[in-house]
């Protein structure tokens, strides 16, 4: 999928010599995280910018066609991203169940979080795959994208399955290590029923098209290859 795609660093530090060298005849970034690199990639070809907070990924996804005349892939890349959405939401209900509540954690060095139903996994969980949020996340978390949470609250969150990202970092890692010692951890119902599915943290973090088209691909293995 990313056939003939060049590495042009991270969005808030592009590489502009190297998008210099391709010679673009549009250039697409992020009207947030890339408005201070504007006024350099104005220099070298026109701008798109697409504001992460107005529409969905989908909507992003079509307006970028429509710039380069391929409105019907994108088309179809949405029409098949929904019929394998489909295809993982009964994978995990057969698991679960229908009416399992679940809710996704996310460990860093320093602290856990539980992820909302907003951007980036709250659509993908609770709307394309149709998963239950435990009770109270919407209150929990509000209008941001996690709540910090500690340890000694998570029994009490009833989660029948916990879907879990850990950061790539060693301090993450033995943060982890170390709660999945406690007690408290290995108390919990998704814990004592082996429903904790580990994520691939770089696609399930990534809000667009591709990031959550890789996202199902990751939770069809994880229902899949038990």
Do not use: C
């Not at 019929?83 to 057969?94: G, Q, T």
């Not at 399930?204 to 199902?216: E, F, R, T, V």
């Amino acid at each position: 999928m990313l056939e003939g795609s060049a590495k042009l660093g991270v969005v808030t530090s592009p590489d502009m010599e190297a998008i210099l060298a391709l010679e673009p005849d549009y250039i697409f970034t992020d009207a947030h995280f890339g408005a201070e690199s504007l006024d350099t990639l104005e220099k070298i070809a026109p701008v798109i910018s697409t504001d992460i907070d107005e529409g969905t990924w989908r909507d992003h996804l079509l307006e970028t066609a429509s710039y380069v005349g391929r409105e019907q892939v994108a088309e179809q890349f949405i029409e098949a991203y929904e019929e394998k959405a489909e295809r993982v939401k009964s994978f995990i209900h057969d698991e679960l169940g229908e009416e399992a509540k679940v809710m996704a954690i996310r460990v860093s060095a320093k602290e856990m979080r539980v992820m909302s139903m907003n951007r980036p996994m709250g659509p993908i969980m609770f709307d394309d795959l149709g998963l239950t949020p435990i009770d109270g996340l919407e209150e929990m978390t509000g209008d941001e994208p996690f709540a910090v949470i500690s340890k000694e609250v998570l029994p009490d969150l009833g989660a029948d399955a916990i879907f879990l990202i850990v950061n790539n970092d060693d301090d993450a890692k033995r943060s982890f290590d170390e709660l999945a010692k406690n007690p408290v951890w290995n108390n919990l119902e998704a814990v004592k029923n082996n429903h904790v599915y580990t994520l691939d943290g770089q696609t399930w973090l990534d809000y667009s098209a591709l990031g959550q088209d890789m996202a199902l691909d990751d939770a069809e293995k994880l229902f899949t290859e038990q």
